[in-house]
C-alpha cells in the first residue's frame, strides 16, 4: 500500500497518483487544502495515524511540502501552514522504519546544504565552477571585472540571477543584507541528472534563459543518455548526502564546453521530466517504492 501525502495542487503528486492508479496499485493519499478539511490525527501514545476513524497504513509513503498555493497567493500563512502538514507527515513516515521512503538517512535535515554539496561534489570527482560566498559590496564589483557573474541565495528558495553593477549601486551599505553565492556564469547546455535508487535519468533543457525555471513552459526538456563519466562520482556524492532520490544540476564552462555541477536538490520538480520521458521517471520511483 502506498501513502502519497502533501499539497492537493501539487502538479508533481497529481501527476504520481494519476501513475499509480493507471498501474492499478493500492493508494491512499492525504491531500491538503485551505479549502478542504483534512481531519487528520496522529496519537503519540498508541501510534495510530487516522483520518476520522480509519486508521492509516503504509508500506511505502512519497510526501512532498506543497509550495504552489503559497506561490499563487504569497501569503506567509499558507507557507506556514503547508510546513507544518510536511513536518506532521515527515514525523508519522520517520517513526515507522519499516516503511520504505526515499532518502531515509537523510532525515532531519530540511535541504542539501549548498555550499556543502560543492565541496563534497569537488571531492567525488565532479568540476564545480569558480564560487565565492560573501556578502562583500567591493568583492563582488572586483568578481565582476574578471568575468561575468551570476549570483543566487545561499539557502536557496529564489533563481539564479546575472549580477549587474547597477543592481549592486542601489545597494547603499557596503555589505548586502545576506550572503549569496556568486559564481562564474555557465552556458548551455542545461543538464538535470536525477537519481531514483540506483537508475538514473538524464535530461536536456534547452531555454533562452539564465535560469531555465523563469520561462515555465517555454523551456524545451529531452530525455538524454546520462553522461558516464559522471555517474560514478554523482553516485559518491548522493551516497555520502544520504540520498536515494535526487536531481543533480550542470551546465557548460564557457571556457573548457566541461559539464560543471550547481547543486543537488533532495525534492525536486519532477513532472515536466516525467512527461519528457513518457513516464518513465514516475514509473521509476514507483518501482523502488513498490519493490516491484
Known sequence: MLLIAGGETDTQLQRMVDRAKARGMTLTTLLHSHENDLPLVWDLETGILRVGTAEIRAKAAFIRQDVFRYLATKRPTDQTDARNWKVLFDGWVWSNPDIRIFNREFAMKDAVNKPLALIWARDAGLPIPRTSIHASKEEAHASLKRAAVVYKPVAGGDMCRELEEKALNRVLKPHLPRPYIFQERLVAPDLRIFRVGERFYAFEIVADALDYRTVGDAAKIKRVTVPLHLLGPLRKLTNRLGLTYAAADFKASADSD?????????????????????????????DWLTEL
Open 258 to 286: 566541461t559539464l560543471v555541477f550547481l547543486e543537488v536538490n533532495s525534492n525536486p520538480m519532477f513532472a515536466a521530466f516525467d512527461h519528457a520521458s513518457d513516464g518513465a521517471l514516475v514509473d521509476g520511483m514507483l
